[in-house]
Nanobody, 121 residues
């Protein structure tokens, strides 16, 4: 499956962005979807994940209550709604697909190219 992430940009602290991850090549419903991020000089970290049907989600503590992951298996797209953004959310955000639920990057087989989110103070 090929993944294409988009929706990043520059936003002020407290603002919102919605990232999208469009899949092609295979049906998205075959995969658990995850979002990760990587800030300059830091390791890639888990942000959120959603199961195949979309009825189970998990979040990193740092984004819980502010970010919402969702998916539309008909549109073959996953989303990450980000509200109340903070400067520390600045990073390149990646979507990824896995055959089973996981919050570790190495457990994901397919990755999008990343989209940059910059939050100004």
């Amino acid at each position: 499956v090929q993944l294409q992430a988009c929706g990043g940009g520059l936003v002020q602290a407290g603002g919102s962005l919605r990232l999208s991850c469009a899949a092609s090549g295979r049906t998205l419903s075959n995969y658990v979807m995850g979002w990760f991020r990587q800030a300059p000089g830091k390791e890639r970290e888990f942000v959120a994940t959603i199961n195949w049907s979309g009825d189970s989600t998990a979040y990193a503590d740092s984004v819980k209550g502010r970010f919402t992951i969702s998916r539309d298996n008909v549109e073959n797209t996953s989303y990450l709604q980000m509200n109340s953004l903070k400067p520390e959310d600045t990073a390149v955000y990646y979507c990824a697909a896995s055959n089973y639920p996981a919050n570790i990057p190495s457990h994901y087989n397919y990755w999008g190219q990343g989209t940059l989110v910059t939050v100004s103070s």
